[in-house]
């Protein structure tokens, strides 16, 4: 069975700075996705950014981006020019490839808090 | 883009009260939903994968008498806890897997349903 893991309970970041996110998976498998989800007090389940394992470009969506080391199975978040509106819990999520669709997996989240 | 309604978004009843909690996709066929809970400042729990037209497959340690999920059409799934005591008090949330052929999309997740049972 695949396992997510998020080494990180807490981070905290200044405005304006840049915090980067951990996390690690265990797969068997070559064809998987990666996620990055947000979840503000509200609770959405918001995505922030996803990673086709078969891609070697990292992902970025504006001031989000990962570093996804396959060999290592290392999925990082990379958070620049922190905004108050970041501070959120953020779950890492592994989900299979394959002919149906996979349940995710998720890991144990990292609460961020953004410092004026 | 897609949504996924959630309903309701909270409840409060009283210990023994059979609840149930509706997940619609309101404009994409879902031909699987899933089902998680959460407890507060923890990750979610996948509790159950929801096919339309087939009985769900429910995780190890989840009790599916307690927690019955149905999903008789491809834009519904419903989760109802029976008889339901304190300690199902939780947060609950769906998700619908994308329409066929767009294995590569996310799921897309409800707003999720707050739990309280007194």
């Known amino acids: 069975a695949q396992t997510v893991t998020q080494s990180q309970p807490e981070m905290s970041v200044q405005e304006a700075e840049t915090v980067t996110l951990s996390c690690t998976y265990d797969?068997?498998?070559?064809?998987?996705?990666l996620f990055w989800y947000k979840q503000p007090p509200s609770r959405q389940m918001i995505l922030v950014i996803r990673?086709?394992?078969?891609?070697?470009q990292n992902a970025t969506e504006n001031r989000f981006s990962v570093n996804f080391q396959k060999a290592a199975k290392s999925f990082s978040l990379k958070i620049s020019d922190s905004q108050l509106g970041d501070a959120a819990m953020y779950f890492c999520?592994?989900?299979?490839?394959?002919?149906?669709?996979?349940?995710?997996?998720f890991g144990q989240g990292t609460i961020l808090t953004v410092h004026p | 883009g897609a949504v996924v309604s959630q309903h309701p978004s909270r409840v409060i009843c009283k210990s023994g009260t059979s609840v149930k909690i509706e997940c619609r996709s309101l404009?994409?066929?879902?031909?699987?939903m899933f089902w998680y809970r959460q407890f507060p400042k923890k990750s979610l729990m996948l509790m159950a994968t929801?096919?339309?037209?087939?009985?769900?497959?429910?995780e190890q340690g989840v009790e599916k008498d307690k927690f019955l999920i149905n999903h008789a059409s491809l834009t519904l799934s419903t989760l109802t806890v029976t008889s339901a005591h304190p300690e199902d008090s939780s947060f609950y949330i769906c998700?619908?897997?994308?329409?066929?052929?767009?294995?590569?999309?996310?799921?897309?997740f409800g707003d999720g349903t707050r739990l309280s049972i007194l």
């Open positions: 404009d994409f066929q879902a031909t699987t």
């Open positions: 998700s619908a897997a994308p329409a066929e052929g767009q294995r590569n999309q996310p799921q897309h």
């Open positions: 999520a592994y989900r299979s490839g394959g002919t149906s669709y996979g349940k995710l997996t």
């Open positions: 990673q086709e394992a078969y891609k070697q």
């Open positions: 929801s096919n339309e037209g087939s009985k769900a497959t429910y």
């Open positions: 797969t068997s498998e070559s064809d998987y996705y």
